[in-house]
């Protein structure tokens, strides 16, 4: 959750607290005991919302880079041994399409390696018998289907998980709504009939009901929006180990935040920030090479995230 719903959701706990804690003093007004009950399911979905909308799917990351990895190494295998059949076999072309390098693979994008994984299987498995003496047995070809099919399963379940966290984020966002309309249209009309009879009461309301803030905010230093699968330099500074860097996740995505000696690789202790998280890192946390001037935001994720950074030297 950003700064403003929690400082949101902070008041609102606030209120159930102080209407938990005095409720039999507002028993002579009774509607004030209902909106108390509305508020504290409305507080109860809020709750579940907020969980299942900030579930983390970085799991799914590494498990993806690994089997990514595994599958690299599966179409290596099957396509040395093919190019190699096709080329001594004067099938040129097929050898062509078929030689897969390990830096062209670590340049497709995950859908793009599954789909080229799909295309040497369909391909190889006709000439099996041939490719025996050419390293490649059957079971690197299923070898080979399996692991892309297991690829496959692990792009799609953390974007399913990313599709149900973003709709329980809306739906949190709606829940808020509706807790702040109950204390707007019923609490905040009730409470004044206690403001000549009870004001010490009415005076705890008001304060609980006030919204904790730390004044106006700081505009951020940096803000912007970084695409799907991208790594993004945000800033280069030099280097001062007692800087800090305080990023708030705009988005519906996971990023992850890290200071590089290159504009190019996420190095050094990079932190994981969920949507609506706020991290709060020096320099030297991150990174004490005091080459590390180098700034970075990455999204790993198949939707468009976006991020507020301060930074206090």
Do not use: C
């Not at 399409?97 to 299987?121: E, F, S």
């Not at 000549?196 to 940096?222: F, W």
């Not at 305080?246 to 920030?273: A, V």
């Amino acid at each position: 959750m950003n700064d403003q719903l929690e400082n949101r959701l902070s008041m609102l706990e606030k209120v159930k607290t102080y209407l938990t804690h005095h409720l039999s003093e507002f028993s002579t007004v009774p509607p004030v005991a209902a909106a108390y009950a509305e508020l504290n399911l409305v507080l109860a979905d809020i709750l579940t919302s907020a969980g299942i909308s900030q579930a983390d799917v970085t799991g799914y990351t590494v498990q993806k880079a690994n089997k990514r990895t595994e599958l690299k190494n599966a179409i290596l295998k099957v396509s040395s041994g093919f190019v190699a059949w096709a080329t001594l076999g004067g099938q040129l072309q097929e050898a062509e399409k078929a030689n897969a390098t390990p830096a062209a693979l670590d340049k497709l994008r995950d859908n793009d390696i599954y789909t080229y994984a799909q295309y040497l299987h369909t391909t190889a498995t006709p000439h099996l018998a041939d490719l025996g003496n050419y390293g490649v047995l059957p079971a690197d070809i299923t070898a080979l289907n399996n692991t892309a099919q297991q690829f496959l399963e692990l792009i799609l379940e953390p974007r399913q998980r990313i599709g149900e966290r973003s709709a329980e984020h809306k739906n949190m966002l709606r829940l808020m709504d509706k807790a702040m309309l109950l204390l707007t249209n019923k609490l905040d009309v009730l409470m004044p009939i206690f403001r000549t009879t009870h004001p010490t009461l009415y005076d705890a309301y008001l304060y609980a009901r006030s919204i904790d803030d730390t004044g106006t905010p700081t505009p951020p230093h940096y803000e912007a929006q970084v695409p799907a699968n991208t790594l993004q330099p945000v800033a280069t500074l030099p280097y001062k180990g007692s800087r800090t860097f305080k990023l708030s996740n705009m988005g519906p995505t996971n990023l992850i935040l890290s200071l590089s000696t290159t504009p190019d690789s996420i190095q050094g202790t990079y932190e994981t920030i969920a949507p609506d998280g706020v991290i709060t890192r020096t320099t030297s946390n991150l990174n004490p090479d005091i080459n590390a001037t180098h700034l970075l935001v990455q999204n790993t994720e198949p939707e468009m995230g976006s991020y507020k950074i301060w930074v206090k030297e």
